[in-house]
Nanobody
Framework: QVQLVESGGGLVQPGGSLRLSCALSGVTLDYYAIGWFRQAPGREREGVSCITLSGRIRTYTDSVKGRFTISRDNAKNTVYLQMNSLKPEDTGVYYC??????????????????WGQGTQVTVSS
């Protein structure tokens, strides 16, 4: 059974940094692409970043390009999202999710099958 647990969220001032972690259990990360999503109050959940199964391709939504970096450590079964130069509009609950087993690419949101419980990120002075 796939389980994902996010951590690393918190309250940070504008311009600050946070590193989110997503620990995968029950399966081996080697066989999964993995994505980060966020949901702000009153808004739909949106894709933030994704890294393919091989790690060769990393994608970012336009609003975080140049500020966020996704990485994966298969030995630790963990994916990270380094978030720098944070802005108030980055506030939300951040989730990690995986699509079905052994899919190389990052699919659209509706195809992700397993989700974590989320971690709150608040950017405010």
């Amino acid at each position: 059974q796939v389980q994902l647990v996010e951590s690393g969220g918190g309250l940070v001032q504008p311009g600050g940094s946070l590193r989110l972690s997503c620990a995968l259990s029950g399966v081996t990360l080697d066989y999964y692409a993995i994505g980060w999503f966020r949901q702000a109050p009153g808004r739909e959940r949106e894709g933030v970043s994704c890294i393919t199964l091989s790690g060769r391709i990393r994608t970012y939504t336009d609003s975080v390009k140049g500020r966020f970096t996704i990485s994966r450590d298969n030995a630790k079964n963990t994916v990270y999202l380094q978030m720098n130069s944070l802005k108030p509009e980055d506030t939300g609950v951040y989730y990690c999710a995986v699509p079905p087993y052994n899919i190389e690419y990052c699919p659209s949101r509706e195809l992700y099958t397993n989700w974590g419980q989320g971690t709150q990120v608040t950017v405010s002075s």
